[in-house]
């Protein structure tokens, strides 16, 4: 089993900044991609970010490009997600995923990870 913790969530003002952490433990070999979602109240889970784990490739939403950036530390198993420039429609629960078996093309939608973090909350204020 694999399990994912996310960390960094709060609260912070339109313009600001926050940094996610996702740190993978368990059995972990085999990682082919590491994502980020989100899920605002009412809302369905939607696409946020993701990297691909050897080659450090990624893609982004279009809602987040420019303003969010993912990464990752390989050594640690740990995904990041550093946010910038907030908005109020940002605010969701942001959950962390990971998929296990190899894929050619990019894994954008939940039903294309293995695994899922319990989520953080992210709230941007006006």
């Known amino acids: 089993q694999v399990q994912l913790v996310e960390s960094g969530g709060g609260l912070v003002q339109a313009g600001g900044s926050l940094r996610l952490s996702c740190a993978a433990s368990?059995?972990?070999?085999?990682?082919?991609?590491m994502g980020w979602f989100r899920q605002a109240p009412g809302k369905e889970r939607e696409f946020v970010t993701t990297?691909?784990?050897?080659?450090?490739?990624?893609t982004y939403a279009d809602s987040v490009k420019g303003r969010f950036t993912i990464s990752r530390d390989n050594a640690k198993k740990t995904v990041y997600l550093q946010m910038n420039s907030l908005k109020p429609e940002d605010s969701a629960v942001y959950y962390c995923?990971?998929?296990?078996?190899?894929?050619?093309?990019?894994?954008?939608?939940?039903?294309?990870?293995?695994?899922w973090g319990k989520g953080t909350q992210v709230t941007v204020s006006s």
């Open positions: 995923a990971l998929r296990s078996s190899w894929t050619a093309g990019w894994a954008t939608t939940r039903y294309d990870y293995d695994y």
């Open positions: 368990g059995r972990t070999f085999g990682i082919n991609a």
């Open positions: 990297i691909r784990w050897i080659s450090g490739s990624t």
